[in-house]
């Protein structure tokens, strides 16, 4: 813990960009993001949790030294860091807000700083997989509640009574003995000096004495300046002499700049200098992939200059890539043996001997991420240092690359990460940063590199395009006695490794080998399939495709067997218990110990239950409307959500209602809950009915909303009701931010089943069910 007694100069991204709470109170020496007085940090790996997470087994795991974290002022004001991203999920709120409660500080007294990017320093910054709360719940109370400890300890020697008779509330310490109080500014100094408690040692805040966390009544404290304009984002940053900087880069990925001709750009006003940017062999991770440069005064003219270049380039290998003839590829490969990744009994046997096997082939295409502000970064590299400006989800990992990139010492560069405006996991891959760092290093200047829509579209690292097949056996009875699942996409690993051509195991765990369902024999399957394009992590990633096929497989078998969507679904999950995955390899779980989360249908069929009960599950509905149901575990939260559609005579419909049970744990803030699924119901629908990239002759055939379109206000759902499961005694924390979307889409093509008759097996919807 800091003690702060004067005002200081900003650093190089404060000066120009604050990215600070509403009050816009002054940054403090001493914090840790200013780097001046403050105390060694331990990174602690293994510390002592209450339950036991996957958070130590992050890149430089978790620092819980309160020193780094917590600041005050001889004012009173507390100033805490936020060292994880913040995108629209609340966290730059949610993980402050667990340390005000535990030190008992008075959170409209508290200023919220942001953090740079050094994992070293403030552990694992990582803003994605919907770990933040799961894994920074116990360690921000551990460093709440040793503020605390530290400023109690500093108020009973200024006494000269017992710490056990002191006690913090409400922004001071009393003695209730003698009725005297001291406020935390007054204590500051002397709190300082004390040491930090033990882990082991602390005593943390009963929950039933909670004021903040769990009551939903705190905004988020961003709100005020996002819905004035006066937030902060990547490409807000202006520095002096900041030069502009568009690129045009190769249409087709792992292609290569030939020869470019670039006299007609020079003559576009504005434009200073058009250059080459170094590409890397595909694949590359997150370095860039080269092109040409236009510099500019501005972005508006060095756009004009890059629409003037004539440009020449060799597409390369993947000039094949053709979505139509690539999707015959993973429709043949599905219907052939793969490896298999999980084997329960002898599913040959059983479905040779099955009354009646059903088939279903399931389609999703790729997907883009197309978060509302496209990547932009500034970068200033002066000698062997730089520094960033940029809406990163992993400013720690964008310091890592830049100094590879740069040959620089990781010490000498500096990531000041501005609010996201949407990230959707695109901007954990940092290429856009480094984009930026090497044209200044180049150009001796500030550089902002700033990304179009259409550069968004055509070069991201898309989600990956699937085909899932799953055959199910039933016996006279119509129980499901065979489940063999194929699962057919070319892999994330693609991105960093050629020749990757089986999902990795963390996508592997995401709805195929953690099926839950209570079959005997199941086996599921993961044949080869090539990358041709940058493939990555999406919000919910793999889960997408999985609960698309798994929860409509579940809808057509209820349809052939006469059955209730939501009884054959509670009978497919099967007794309460916990899942045993013994016969698979590598049975991944969101990183977490399987003690600590595992698959338990106990909570997967209460979220089914609870919706059904709150949504009305059966209710009569009017003509042409129907409703579908769905479930899915996914970052160790489980939810359940039902659709109601509505389809008219000409085939267009609409969602009226939809219903979503979550269980995910402890929480901090239900509104964020609230917030998070509701979203998640509209980018569920949207990509449902819209979301397609396609590819013919290597290249991206979208590049904006109008031929990749999201959905709009007077097209999402009518009522979105959110029901939370609470919490039983010491559940841990688990995903918000990506649970939602998995079983949306499920939802809605079982809910169109029941309206129309049609199956649909491919996303998106598109106009299959126009007449």
């Known amino acids: 813990m800091n003690i702060l007694t004067n005002p200081s100069k900003l650093r190089g991204f404060e000066k120009h960009v604050k990215v600070e709470n509403v009050s816009r109170r002054s940054i403090l020496k001493g914090l840790g993001i200013a780097g001046s007085f403050v105390l060694a940090a331990p990174v602690m790996t293994r510390q002592a949790f209450a339950y036991e997470t996957g958070a130590g087994k992050m890149p430089h795991g978790v620092v819980v030294d309160p020193r780094v974290f917590v600041a005050i002022a001889p004012d009173g004001i507390v100033t805490i860091l936020a060292h994880r991203s913040e995108m629209g999920t609340g966290v730059r709120t949610s993980l402050p807000l667990i340390v005000a409660e535990e030190m008992e500080a008075d959170w409209s007294r508290v200023h919220v700083q942001q953090a740079h990017g ?7 910054q990582d803003t994605d997989g919907s770990r933040s709360t799961r894994h920074y719940l116990i360690p921000m109370r551990q460093i709440g509640a040793s503020a605390r400890s530290m400023l109690e300890a500093a108020a009973a020697k200024k006494w000269g009574v017992p710490v056990a008779e002191v006690k913090a509330q409400n922004h001071e310490v009393v003695h209730s003995a003698s009725g005297r109080k001291a406020g935390f500014g007054e204590l500051a100094a002397d709190a300082a000096k004390e040491p930090v408690p033990s882990i082991e040692g602390l005593k943390l805040k009963d929950p039933k004495d909670f004021r903040y966390l769990g ?14 304009g006066k937030a902060q984002y990547g490409a807000d940053v202006r520095l002096p002499g900041l030069k502009y900087a568009v690129i045009a880069r190769p249409p087709v990925t792992g292609g290569k700049l030939k020869s470019f001709d670039d006299s007609a750009a020079k003559k576009v006003p504005g434009v200073e ?28 003219a060095a756009i004009k200059g890059r629409d003037a270049l004539k440009i020449v380039w060799d597409d390369g290998a993947n000039a094949k890539y053709d979505s139509v003839t690539y999707r015959a590829s993973l429709e043949e490969a599905a219907r052939k043996p793969g490896l298999v990744v999980r084997k329960e009994g002898d599913v040959d046997a059983a479905l040779k001997s099955a009354d009646k096997v059903i088939t279903g082939e399931y ?18 590299v002066k000698g062997d240092k730089a520094t960033i400006w940029a809406p990163v989800q992993s400013p720690g990992g964008t310091r890592e690359d830049v100094a590879k990139t740069l040959g620089i010492p990781e010490d000498n560069v500096t990531v000041n990460v501005t609010l996201l405006g949407g990230g959707f996991g695109r901007k954990s891959k940092c290429d856009f940063a480094l984009e930026a760092a090497l044209l200044s290093k180049e150009l001796g200047a500030p550089v902002k590199v700033q990304w179009t829509r ?9 989600h990956t395009v699937s085909v899932e097949r799953i055959e199910a056996g039933l016996d006279k009875s119509g129980k499901v006695i065979a489940w063999r699942h194929r699962s057919v996409a070319p892999t994330i690993a693609s991105t960093f490794a050629a020749g990757a051509n089986h999902e990795a195991p963390f996508e592997l765990g995401m709805g195929l080998i953690d099926n839950p369902f209570e079959i005997a024999n199941l086996q599921c399957e993961n044949p080869e399939a090539a990358a041709f394009t940058r493939i990555g992590w999406f919000r919910s990633v793999s889960n997408i495709p999985r609960a698309f096929a798994v929860q409509s497989m579940v809808g057509e078998i209820a349809h052939a067997t006469g059955r209730d969507q939501k009884e054959m679904l509670l009978e497919l999950i099967g007794s309460p218990r916990i899942v045993n995955l013994s016969s698979v390899k590598d049975p991944w779980n ?28 059966g209710r009569k509905v009017p003509k042409g409307h129907g409703l579908g149901i769905a479930v899915h575990r996914s970052f160790v939260s489980y939810i359940a959500t ?7 005579d000409k085939g267009k419909f609409s969602v009226p209602r939809v219903d979503t049970a979550i269980d995910c744990g402890t929480f901090v803030n239900p509104e964020r809950i609230h917030s998070q699924i509701e979203g998640a119901a509209i980018m569920g629908l949207s990509l449902a009915k819209y979301g397609e990239i396609s590819f013919k002759d290597g290249k991206v055939q979208q590049g904006n909303f109008d031929d990749f379109p999201v959905i709009r206000m007077d097209e999402s759902p009518v009522i979105t009701n959110v029901y939370i499961v609470p919490p039983g005694a010491d559940t841990p924390p688990s995903g918000v931010g990506e649970p939602g979307v998995p079983p949306f889409a499920p939802a809605l093509i079982n809910a169109i089943f029941a309206a129309t008759g049609k199956r649909i097996r491919a996303l998106p919807i598109g106009k299959q069910l126009e007449t």
């Open 118 to 124: 050094d994992e070293v320093k403030f552990g694992n």
């Open 215 to 228: 009551k939903g009544q705190v905004s988020i404290v961003d709100l005020h300046d996002i819905t004035t």
């Open 273 to 300: 200098k058009v250059m080459e940017v170094k590409g890397w062999p595909w694949p590359s991770k997150f370095q860039p992939l080269g092109g040409v440069a236009v510099i500019a005064r501005n972005t508006g």
């Open 363 to 380: 389609y999703l295409p790729h997907l883009a991420h197309v978060s509302m502000e496209p990547p932009v970064a500034v970068a200033d």
């Open 454 to 462: 259409e550069d968004d579209v055509h070069h991201d690292f898309l």
């Open 590 to 617: 969101y990183g977490e110990p399987y003690d600590s989360y595992p698959i338990d249908t106990a909570r997967l069929r209460k979220v089914v239950e609870l919706v059904a009960d709150k949504g009305e599950w």
């Open 642 to 648: 039902i659709v109601e559609v509505a389809v008219d």
